[in-house]
């Protein structure tokens, strides 16, 4: 697959068909158009795409239809349907048929990028494979060889096929949600949906509405019935990660869940039947939780039939020397490096850290040293460097920027560190997007926007940064 996300547009209306197509390639998709359903059939079972977005009346094949054959040969492509408010009822039936979601016209620009968005994510996350053992770093992989990554290969043997919760246990950074893919890729479920939500990035007030939908008039906003997490991902897997993070009423309405295998729509009556497999991931400590009234002891029995505990950096410390490789190989293209290397000491010297943000801050910091080093074998004053940086830029989002100018100055006065300008801007950059991120309350569309920029250049950012939003 490639780095740009595609996306194939039925539309007959040809004005409003180029009207998407700008935008969708404005903000960083590439758009296949056609003006017939079944053209659309034909042309999607040949060729790989991310998102099918298609208009509900079409000639040669209508929507429905075409939801119905495409989810046969290809059940994990997510299908959009845009339709009029007259024909939302028919578009209820398309969920049911296997698409993923539906948006109402006339539609808000931003809503629908948002959910074009959210499915690209969602196709890359179920069909992108997960190896365990990588060392190929054109693949997303989980890597290692000590004897702990070897227990937890076993483990994740062990329990993919098993039809249970599983609850994935870690420290931030080591790499919870790459094993719940692995789980997901190595089960019965591989043919049906993937669905991931990181329910410490939605806030309160919608996340009960994102996991379960809600009915139309359900509270104040709520023009349409919608479709949730838990529905998108039925017959399949929903990973649910950051899981100790719930509000006491969401546990309450997950656990129910869990008990009677069915959900209800958000001011809905309807009990609707779910076959779907749950992991749950977390980094907080839920006993303590449990202890102190924030988390349901009954909902952590419920998830935890299964526990995966996905060992520190620093508890398998033999594999760095192979994650260094992995990451160097990795930004090779993205950085113009042939041939990227790192001295023997100053790979010693990463291997002696303590790494509290673990194998993604590992990554940040190799990748830093490589911009550092400019296309030359990364040495032990680079990472210094890097490490250097990522502790003054960790440090100034804390401060004034007055007070934090002057401390970066000051350090360049000791000859602690030279480029003064780059590191400064960077801080300051960072703040910036973190902010605008936590101000969007993660909407991509909204702080790109605000921030004067492309959604491809906020997604490149947010990558740099090791800023994380689930609606990247």
Request: glycine share 8%; proline share 3%.
């Given at each position: 697959?490639t780095d740009?996300?595609?996306?194939?547009?039925?539309?007959?209306?040809?004005?409003?068909?180029?009207?998407?197509?700008?935008?969708?390639?404005?903000?960083?998709?590439?758009?296949?158009?056609?003006?017939?359903?079944?053209?659309?059939?034909?042309?999607?079972?040949?060729?790989?795409?991310?998102?099918?977005l298609?208009?509900?009346?079409?000639?040669?094949?209508?929507?429905?239809?075409?939801?119905?054959?495409?989810?046969?040969?290809?059940?994990?492509?997510?299908?959009?349907?845009?339709?009029?408010?007259?024909?939302?009822?028919?578009?209820?039936?398309?969920?049911?048929?296997?698409?993923?979601?539906?948006i109402?016209?006339?539609?808000?620009?931003?809503?629908?990028?948002?959910l074009v968005?959210?499915?690209?994510?969602?196709?890359?996350?179920?069909?992108?494979?997960?190896?365990?053992?990588?060392?190929?770093?054109?693949?997303?992989?989980?890597?290692?060889?000590?004897?702990?990554?070897?227990?937890?290969?076993?483990?994740?043997?062990?329990?993919?096929?098993?039809?249970?919760?599983?609850?994935?246990?870690?420290?931030?950074?080591?790499?919870?949600?790459?094993?719940?893919?692995?789980?997901?890729?190595?089960?019965?479920?591989?043919?049906?949906?993937?669905?991931?939500?990181?329910?410490?990035a939605?806030?309160?007030?919608?996340?009960?509405?994102?996991?379960?939908?809600?009915?139309?008039?359900?509270f104040?906003?709520?023009?349409?019935r919608?479709?949730g997490?838990?529905?998108?991902?039925?017959?399949?897997?929903?990973?649910l990660?950051e899981?100790?993070?719930?509000?006491?009423?969401?546990?309450?309405?997950?656990?129910?869940?869990?008990?009677?295998?069915?959900?209800?729509r958000?001011?809905?009556?309807?009990?609707?039947?779910?076959?779907?497999?749950?992991?749950?991931?977390?980094?907080?400590?839920?006993?303590?939780?449990?202890?102190?009234?924030?988390?349901?002891?009954?909902?952590?029995?419920?998830?935890?039939?299964?526990?995966?505990h996905?060992?520190?950096?620093?508890d398998?410390?033999?594999?760095?020397?192979?994650?260094?490789?992995?990451?160097?190989?990795?930004?090779?293209?993205?950085?113009?490096?042939n041939?990227?290397?790192?001295?023997?000491?100053a790979?010693?010297?990463?291997?002696?850290?303590?790494?509290?943000?673990?194998?993604?801050?590992?990554?940040?910091?190799?990748?830093?040293?490589?911009l550092?080093?400019?296309g030359?074998?990364?040495?032990?004053?680079?990472?210094?460097?890097?490490?250097?940086?990522?502790?003054?830029?960790?440090?100034?989002?804390?401060?004034?920027?007055?007070?934090?100018?002057?401390?970066?100055l000051?350090?360049?006065?000791?000859?602690?560190?030279?480029?003064?300008?780059?590191?400064?801007?960077?801080?300051?950059?960072?703040?910036?997007y973190?902010?605008?991120?936590?101000?969007?309350?993660?909407?991509?569309?909204?702080?790109?926007?605000?921030?004067?920029?492309?959604?491809?250049?906020l997604?490149?950012?947010?990558?740099?940064?090791?800023?994380?939003?689930?609606?990247?």
């Amino acid at each position: 697959m490639t780095d740009i996300p595609k996306i194939l547009l039925i539309e007959d209306d040809s004005a409003i068909a180029d009207g998407l197509r700008r935008v969708l390639g404005r903000n960083g998709y590439d758009v296949t158009m056609l003006l017939r359903g079944d053209e659309g059939l034909k042309q999607a079972g040949r060729d790989h795409f991310d998102v099918v977005l298609t208009d509900f009346k079409l000639p040669g094949l209508s929507g429905l239809e075409l939801v119905a054959q495409l989810h046969a040969v290809k059940p994990l492509l997510p299908v959009i349907v845009m339709t009029a408010h007259g024909s939302t009822e028919t578009a209820i039936e398309a969920t049911k048929l296997g698409a993923y979601d539906y948006i109402l016209k006339p539609f808000d620009v931003e809503e629908l990028l948002d959910l074009v968005n959210q499915a690209a994510a969602t196709s890359r996350l179920a069909s992108d494979p997960v190896g365990m053992g990588v060392t190929d770093p054109v693949h997303n992989g989980i890597v290692g060889n000590s004897r702990a990554m070897q227990a937890l290969y076993k483990e994740i043997g062990r329990i993919a096929t098993k039809p249970v919760t599983a609850l994935i246990r870690g420290e931030t950074g080591t790499g919870k949600e790459l094993v719940a893919r692995a789980i997901y890729q190595h089960s019965n479920r591989t043919a049906k949906p993937y669905v991931a939500v990181n329910c410490a990035a939605i806030p309160e007030t919608l996340l009960e509405s994102e996991l379960f939908g809600h009915e139309r008039g359900a509270f104040t906003g709520a023009e349409t019935r919608r479709i949730g997490r838990f529905e998108q991902a039925n017959e399949g897997t929903i990973f649910l990660d950051e899981i100790g993070e719930l509000t006491p009423h969401t546990q309450s309405k997950l656990l129910r869940v869990l008990q009677e295998k069915s959900i209800q729509r958000l001011g809905g009556k309807e009990h609707i039947p779910l076959d779907i497999r749950v992991v749950a991931a977390t980094n907080r400590d839920l006993e303590q939780a449990i202890e102190e009234k924030k988390f349901r002891e009954d909902l952590y029995y419920r998830l935890s039939v299964v526990v995966i505990h996905v060992p520190s950096l620093r508890d398998r410390r033999e594999d760095i020397p192979l994650l260094i490789q992995y990451f160097l190989h990795r930004y090779s293209g993205e950085l113009a490096v042939n041939n990227p290397a790192m001295s023997a000491e100053a790979s010693s010297f990463l291997a002696e850290q303590l790494w509290p943000g673990n194998v993604r801050e590992l990554e940040n910091v190799v990748r830093q040293a490589m911009l550092i080093a400019r296309g030359y074998t990364v040495s032990l004053e680079d990472v210094r460097q890097a490490m250097q940086k990522r502790e003054l830029i960790s440090s100034g989002t804390q401060q004034s920027i007055s007070s934090y100018v002057d401390d970066v100055l000051r350090a360049a006065v000791r000859g602690e560190i030279t480029d003064v300008r780059d590191v400064v801007m960077q801080a300051v950059e960072r703040e910036l997007y973190t902010q605008a991120l936590n101000l969007a309350e993660g909407n991509l569309t909204k702080a790109a926007k605000w921030l004067g920029v492309t959604r491809v250049t906020l997604r490149e950012k947010l990558n740099a940064f090791g800023l994380r939003s689930e609606a990247n």
